[in-house]
């Protein structure tokens, strides 16, 4: 393992220098990877696999066709490496619980049984196995329970994957029944293209992910976002002049400096009016948000956060309630004007 130092705080990191792509083969030889889910990590992860020669079967519902339908059109081959999702847990070795959290609590008592002495199951998201009291799942402890979660959407692990890099994953070890459970772990994280793995544990990454989620990656950036374009636009800007200072410089310039060299680097290449305007007022917007972010958190860590979720997401008429939500912000002014804005892109 690689040692890094964070300024002050070393981690141990697992890099493909560490653990090669070779090695992960080695591991997995006699192993059947089976990806249950084929929506938006399953197809990432199972065609990475596949690609780095590691045998793989896909789990799913021929009554889902459009996921069904996707799966065919990608190759794998109804009866043989696309089955029912307990066929599937049947036959695998590596069982990747990959369907929506959702949609895990509903499948969970179909694939239980189908689990064997020495199988690993296998997540990329803490969430059923942390809030087992609500989920309902529990695995069993003749098993391997592990996970590796990357940092991006299924087509990010994709993307990345075929552009040669990789993108950076987390990954921890629940329960390690046969003593296999890291280089099993390591070998699917290796397996799916991940740039690096970095350690954490099952109740870590939901936390920080369920916090991250609704704070600075999508709920605080889109609330923040709002809140800029309201003002200006009050003031009497127009559409296109507010959309552009809130989003379109951010997306299109700025934050693509900031993924390169990191803040500072970000702040010292712009004018030395915007530099001095945003080291003073980031301590009032941190000041600010904090409690907010100190509110939810507590809320995530309660298991608030993954009631609503679920209750929500059990809801029969969930999707047409989720399409009014994104159909009011599609159609707000905010993102028309964006909508216009991105049109006239050269």
């Given at each position: 393992m690689a040692r890094i130092d964070f300024g002050g705080t070393v981690e141990e990191v697992v890099t493909r220098d560490e653990f090669p792509v070779e090695k992960a083969r080695e591991v997995l030889k006699d192993e059947v990877v089976a990806v249950l889910g084929y929506g938006v990590q399953g197809p990432a992860q199972a065609l990475d696999l596949r690609d780095n020669g590691i045998s793989v079967i896909v789990g799913g519902s021929p009554e889902r066709k459009r996921s069904w339908d996707k799966a065919l059109n990608d190759g794998w081959e109804a009866g043989k490496t696309l089955l029912p999702f307990e066929e599937a847990a049947e036959k695998g070795t590596i069982v990747?619980?990959?369907?929506?959290?959702?949609?895990?609590?509903?499948?969970?008592?179909?694939?239980?049984?189908?689990?064997?002495?020495?199988?690993?199951?296998?997540?990329?998201?803490?969430?059923?196995?942390?809030?087992?009291?609500?989920?309902?799942v529990v695995p069993p402890d003749f098993v391997d329970v592990m996970m590796v979660a990357p940092k991006g959407s299924g087509t990010s692990v994709r993307a990345n994957f075929l552009a040669g890099t990789g993108i950076n994953s987390s990954y921890a070890v629940h329960q390690d029944h046969t003593g296999r459970a890291l280089e099993r772990t390591l070998a699917v994280g290796i397996g799916i293209g991940s740039g690096y793995l970095f350690p954490t544990t099952f109740e870590?990454?939901?936390?920080?992910?369920?916090?991250?989620?609704?704070?600075?990656?999508?709920?605080?950036?889109?609330?923040?976002?709002?809140?800029?374009?309201?003002?200006?636009?009050?003031?009497?800007?127009?559409?296109?002049?507010?959309?552009?200072?809130?989003?379109?410089?951010?997306?299109?310039?700025?934050?693509?400096?900031?993924?390169?060299?990191?803040?500072?680097?970000?702040?010292?290449?712009?004018?030395?009016?915007?530099?001095?305007?945003?080291?003073?007022?980031?301590?009032?917007?941190?000041?600010?948000?904090?409690?907010?972010?100190?509110?939810?958190?507590?809320?995530?860590?309660?298991?608030?956060?993954?009631?609503?979720?679920?209750?929500?997401?059990?809801?029969?008429?969930?999707?047409?309630?989720?399409?009014?939500?994104?159909?009011?912000?599609?159609?707000?002014?905010m993102w028309q004007a964006g909508a216009q804005v991105r049109a006239l892109r050269p």
């Open positions: 990747q619980m990959l369907v929506s959290d959702a949609a895990q609590v509903m499948l969970w008592p179909r694939i239980e049984p189908h689990l064997k002495e020495g199988d690993a199951l296998y997540f990329s998201h803490g969430f059923s196995v942390v809030y087992r009291e609500q989920t309902g870590g990454e939901v936390y920080s992910d369920l916090t991250g989620e609704r704070g600075v990656l999508m709920g605080a950036l889109a609330g923040v976002m709002e809140a800029q374009y309201e003002v200006l636009r009050a003031h009497g800007h127009s559409p296109s002049e507010a959309f552009n200072e809130t989003v379109e410089e951010l997306t299109q310039s700025l934050i693509r400096l900031v993924g390169e060299n990191g803040m500072d680097w970000m702040y010292a290449n712009t004018s030395t009016t915007a530099q001095r305007g945003a080291l003073d007022w980031r301590h009032r917007f941190r000041e600010a948000v904090a409690p907010v972010f100190d509110e939810l958190y507590g809320s995530v860590v309660a298991g608030t956060e993954t009631q609503i979720v679920l209750q929500a997401n059990s809801s029969a008429d969930y999707r047409e309630k989720l399409e009014e939500e994104l159909r009011e912000m599609r159609e707000s002014e």
